[in-house]
C-alpha cells in the first residue's frame, strides 16, 4: 500500500506563486518504481491532469493550462514530488491531487484519472483576484 500526503496549498493573490509538495510513503514503496502526477479538481468540475513526471525525472508533460507556469519535479532521495506554481489565476482556485503510477517504462505518465493507482487526500489552493 502506497500513502501519498500532500502540503502547500493556501490562499494567494492573483499573480502569486505557491509550491506544493507530495510525500510518498509505504512499507514495500520504492518511490523510483513511480511515475508521479498531479491533478487538480474544481468545485463542480471533473478531475484533470495538471502535470506528470517520468520515474527519473528527466522528462515532464503539462495540461496546456499550465505550460510555462507551473513547473514539476521530484526529490527520489526524499521520496517527494512538488509542484511550483507561479503566475497564478483565479482559475487555478482548486483541490490539488497527487498521483502515483506504477511504471513499466521511463515515460511521462498517462493524463487519465483511470491510470493512477495511488491517490492523495489533496490540497486547497484558492486564488483571489
Known amino acids: 500500500q502506497v500513502q501519498l500526503v500532500e502540503s502547500g496549498g493556501g490562499l494567494v493573490q492573483a499573480g502569486g506563486s505557491l509550491r506544493l509538495s507530495c510525500v510518498a510513503s509505504?512499507?514495500?514503496?520504492?518511490?523510483?518504481?513511480?511515475?508521479m502526477a498531479w491533478f487538480r479538481q474544481a468545485t463542480g468540475n471533473a478531475r484533470e491532469f495538471v502535470a506528470g513526471i517520468s520515474v527519473k525525472g528527466d522528462s515532464t508533460n503539462y495540461a496546456d493550462a499550465v505550460r510555462g507556469r507551473f513547473t514539476i519535479s521530484r526529490d527520489n532521495d526524499k521520496n517527494t514530488v512538488f509542484l511550483q506554481m507561479n503566475s497564478l489565476k483565479p482559475e487555478d482556485t482548486a483541490v490539488y491531487h497527487c498521483?502515483?503510477?506504477?511504471?513499466?517504462?521511463?515515460?511521462?505518465?498517462?493524463?487519465?484519472?483511470?491510470?493512477?493507482?495511488?491517490w492523495g487526500e489533496g490540497t486547497l489552493v484558492t486564488v483571489s483576484s
Open positions: 509505504g512499507r514495500t514503496m520504492t518511490f523510483s518504481d513511480y511515475k
Open positions: 498521483a502515483a503510477d506504477l511504471a513499466y517504462n521511463d515515460y511521462v505518465p498517462d493524463t487519465t484519472v483511470g491510470a493512477m493507482d495511488y
